[in-house]
């Protein structure tokens, strides 16, 4: 009913950018879009959130992020973006994206992309 795509992941120096793309794909109809989110996970670990965007625009990064990626979207296509900036060898993971809607007003769900590798060389 609803799929997550992630892409534009790869290998990028230290102190290199990438753009991490995600399109939402919709059979059917939903009833709203709660936010959408970036995680990411490092081996052995739990995800954790880098990045958030409302439905209103609103976004939340984690100290970690802060001031280095940016969230973004484009509604009329349904995509939502990560622009990762000075990416440093720690950030390097697998990339999440992460929607929370509404399917109908009282039926929440979760989906998840399937993931995007991003690799930061030193």
């Known amino acids: 009913q609803v799929q997550l795509v992630e892409s534009g992941g790869g290998l990028v120096q230290a102190g290199g950018s990438l753009r991490l793309s995600c399109e939402m794909s919709?059979?059917?109809?939903?009833?709203?879009?709660?936010?959408m989110t970036w995680y990411r996970q490092f081996p052995g670990k739990q995800r954790e959130q880098v990045a958030l965007?409302?439905?209103?625009?609103?976004?939340n990064y984690p100290d970690s992020v802060k001031g280095r990626f940016t969230i973004s979207r484009d509604i009329a296509k349904n995509t939502v973006y990560l622009q990762m900036d000075s990416l440093k060898p720690e950030d390097t993971a697998v990339y999440f994206c992460h929607a929370d809607l509404l399917l109908t007003m009282d039926q929440r769900r979760e989906y998840w992309g399937q993931g995007t590798q991003v690799t930061v060389s030193s």
């Open positions: 919709v059979s059917g109809e939903i009833y709203a879009l709660n936010f």
């Open positions: 965007i409302t439905s209103g625009g609103a976004t």
